[in-house]
C-alpha cells in the first residue's frame, strides 16, 4: 500500500472552535498582532510549537496512574533513568521542569563571561541562557545551508571547518562545550547526519573539549540518517539514536517534543564532577534529584514516551506527514526552506514578501495574515525572535505530535495557498513594546498602513 496513515486511532477527542473573521481582527488588535498574546480557545489549527502539544498514548496515561509520588527515591525516577540510561548510556540523568530548566543548570554550571559556545543553530532559550552567564553564543551552520532552496540531505549539520577556526582563534580554554541540536530547529528542523557527529566529536575529543547534544528530537533526527545516510538502513532508529548519544558527553532534553509528554525535560552526563554541581543548582530551583521540577506521574509518560517515539511506523508516519504539508504548499509555488523538516515546515518569508523589508517583519506578517484568514496559528523565526541574529525571516508551521488528522493538514494547505495567491496585498509591522529578553513572547506591534486591506 501507497497511503502512509496515521499509525493510531482516537479514542478520546477535543473539540475545535471556529470564529469568524470579525472576530479574529479583534483577538489579533487586542493582542498587539502578537499570536502569543491570543487566547488558544481562539485558535482553530494550532500549529505554534511541536512542545508540549502531543497527544498521549493509552500505555502514557496508564503509566502516570502508577506515578511514584514520593519527594525521594521514586520510583517513577529510577524507572525513567533506566530508559534513558538504555537509550543515552549516560550515567547521571537529572530531571528537570523542561528542557531551558536543564540548559540554565548546565550553561551556570559551565560558562561565564568570556567563555564561546558553538552550536550548529542555538534555539532561543539556549542561546538566552548562554547569555545570561555573560558568555557568548556562536552559531555555525553549513555554509551551503544559508540557501533556503538548497535540497541537502543534512542541512542542520554543523560547520567543522568553521569550528576549528573559532577553537585557533579562542582558544580552547574559552569554549567549555560545543552544542549539537538535532534536528536543527532554529535552521529548519534539519537533520545532522551522523558522520557531521563524528567529526565534531574528533576534533572536541582533540582539543579537550565535551561535546553536548540538545537532544530534543532525536528520534527524528535518527529516522533522517536510517533513510538518508549510507550505512544505516538496516539499523533501528533506537540503534542509530544510541549511537548518536554516545558520541556526546552529556545532553540537554525536553521531554516536550520526541517524548511526547505535555511537560518535562532532562540534563545527562557522564562527569561525576559536574552532575553533583548541577543537582546542588538542582534542588534550589527545581527540586530534589529524583523529581526535579516533575511529578512523579510526568517521569512515568516521559519513560513510556521515549520508548514510543522510535517506534518505525510512527516515525515514517511522522516524517511523511511533515513532507506531505511542506510538498503541498511548495510545489504549488510557496517557498519553504527545502527539503521539508522533521517536526515543521519553515515558510521563507523574506522571499515569499520580497515587497516587506526584514525592518518590517515579513515573517509575522505571513503569521498574522494566516490567522486572520483561517484562524491558524504559527510562529515567526526570525528578526522577531532573533534580532540582528536573525539569518532568515521564516514563519514556522510546526506540527503537534499525534494530534491533527490528514484533512487538519489539508485546510492548512489550503489556507495558505489562498493568501499565497493574494501575497502582494501584506503589510509590514512596526514594534511598538518590547521586552529584555525573548521579545517574540510579548512584543506587541502596530500594522504599517494598508495592512489587511483587500
Ligand atoms: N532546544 C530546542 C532545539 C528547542 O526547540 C527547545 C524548545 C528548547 C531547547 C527548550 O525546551 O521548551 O522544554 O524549555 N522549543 C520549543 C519550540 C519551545 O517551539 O520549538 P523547553
Not at 536573525?390 to 495557498?417: F, G, N
Amino acid at each position: 500500500m501507497k497511503t502512509i496513515i496515521e499509525p493510531f486511532r482516537i479514542k478520546s477527542v477535543e473539540p475545535l472552535h471556529h470564529t469568524s473573521r470579525e472576530q479574529r481582527e479583534q483577538f489579533l488588535a487586542e493582542a498587539g498582532f502578537n499570536l502569543f498574546l491570543i487566547e488558544a480557545k481562539n485558535i482553530l489549527i494550532d500549529l505554534l510549537t511541536d512542545s508540549g502539544t502531543s497527544a498521549m498514548s493509552t500505555a502514557q496515561w496508564a503509566a502516570m496512574m502508577r506515578g511514584d509520588e514520593s519527594y525521594a527515591g521514586s520510583e517513577s525516577f529510577f524507572r525513567l533513568k533506566r530508559v534513558v540510561e538504555d537509550l543515552t548510556g549516560f550515567r547521571h540523568v537529572i530531571p528537570t521542569h523542561q528542557g531551558r530548566a536543564a540548559e540554565r543548570i548546565l550553561f551556570t554550571v559551565m560558562c561565564r563571561a568570556g567563555h564561546t559556545v558553538p552550536n550548529n543553530t542555538h534555539f532561543d532559550t539556549t542561546r538566552a541562557n548562554i547569555e545570561f552567564t555573560g558568555a557568548r553564543a556562536v552559531d555555525l551552520p553549513l555554509p551551503e545551508s544559508s540557501d533556503t532552496q538548497a535540497r541537502l540531505p543534512f542541512k542542520g549539520n554543523l560547520d567543522v571547518a568553521g569550528l576549528e577556526r573559532l577553537i585557533t582563534v579562542e582558544g580552547a580554554g574559552r569554549i567549555p562545550l560545543v552544542m549539537l541540536t538535532v534536528t536543527d530547529n532554529s535552521g529548519g528542523g534539519q537533520p545532522v547526519s551522523m558522520a557531521n557527529l563524528e567529526a565534531v566529536r574528533q576534533l572536541t575529543t582533540r582539543h579537550g573539549i565535551p561535546l553536548y547534544l540538545d537532544a530534543c528530537r532525536f528520534a527524528e533526527n535518527a529516522w533522517f540518517i536510517q533513510q538518508r545516510e549510507p550505512g544505516y538502513a538496516s539499523w533501528s532508529p533506537k540503534q542509530i539514536a544510541q549511537k548518536m548519544f554516545r558520541l556526546a558527553d552529556g545532553c540537554t532534553f525536553s521531554a516536550k517534543k520526541d517524548a511526547f509528554a505535555n511537560i518535562g525535560g532532562f540534563l545527562c552526563t557522564n562527569d561525576d564532577r559536574l552532575a553533583a554541581q548541577e543537582k546542588d543548582l538542582l534542588i534550589l530551583t527545581e527540586g530534589f534529584p529524583t523529581y526535579g521540577g516533575l511529578a512523579g506521574r510526568d517521569l512515568e509518560a516521559i519513560a513510556v514516551g521515549l520508548e514510543e517515539v522510535l517506534d518505525t511506523d510512527y516515525l515514517r508516519y511522522r516524517i511523511a506527514s511533515t513532507g506531505y504539508l511542506g510538498r503541498h504548499i511548495a510545489d504549488r509555488g510557496v517557498p519553504i526552506v527545502e527539503p521539508p523538516g522533521g517536526h515543521a515546515i519553515y515558510i521563507d518569508a523574506g522571499r515569499m514578501l520580497p515587497h516587506i523589508p526584514r525592518s518590517q517583519f515579513p515573517a509575522q506578517a505571513l503569521a498574522v495574515e494566516l490567522y486572520r484568514h483561517a484562524g491558524i496559528r504559527s510562529v515567526e523565526i526570525g528578526s522577531v525572535m532573533f534580532g540582528e541574529n536573525a539569518k532568515h525571516e521564516l514563519l514556522r508551521l510546526a506540527i503537534p505530535r499525534r494530534v491533527y488528522t490528514q484533512s487538519h493538514i489539508d485546510y492548512v494547505v489550503e489556507a495558505i495557498l489562498e493568501v499565497n495567491a493574494r501575497k502582494n496585498e501584506l503589510r509590514g509591522f512596526e514594534i511598538v513594546y518590547e521586552p529584555k529578553f525573548l521579545r517574540h513572547f510579548s512584543a506587541r506591534f502596530q500594522p504599517l498602513t494598508g495592512h489587511g486591506q483587500i
